[in-house]
């Protein structure tokens, strides 16, 4: 049986080999590379906007025990 870096070198290999043989290899690792920066940069500076910035630590600790253990609704659909 072979260990995680040999499954992950031979899925990595796999991927690379399939990329380089393919016609529009490269400009879909390009598409793919800018679909993670728009999801991960542009959509987390306009959507994601830290909640907790500019507290202090105590504050901060107060704001997620507040978050874990207050009664939320339960999850019903009413008709």
């Known amino acids: 049986m072979a260990g995680k870096k040999g499954i992950f070198s031979f899925f990595v290999d796999l991927y690379g080999d399939g990329f380089r043989n393919m016609t529009w290899g490269k400009p879909l690792v390009w598409l793919i590379v800018l ?45």
């Open 35 to 79: 679909k993670l920066v728009i999801l991960f940069a542009i959509l987390r500076v306009f959507f994601f906007k830290p909640v907790m910035r500019g507290m202090t630590e105590g504050e901060k600790s107060e704001f997620v025990g507040e978050r874990l253990t207050r009664k939320q609704p339960t999850d019903t659909i009413n008709f």
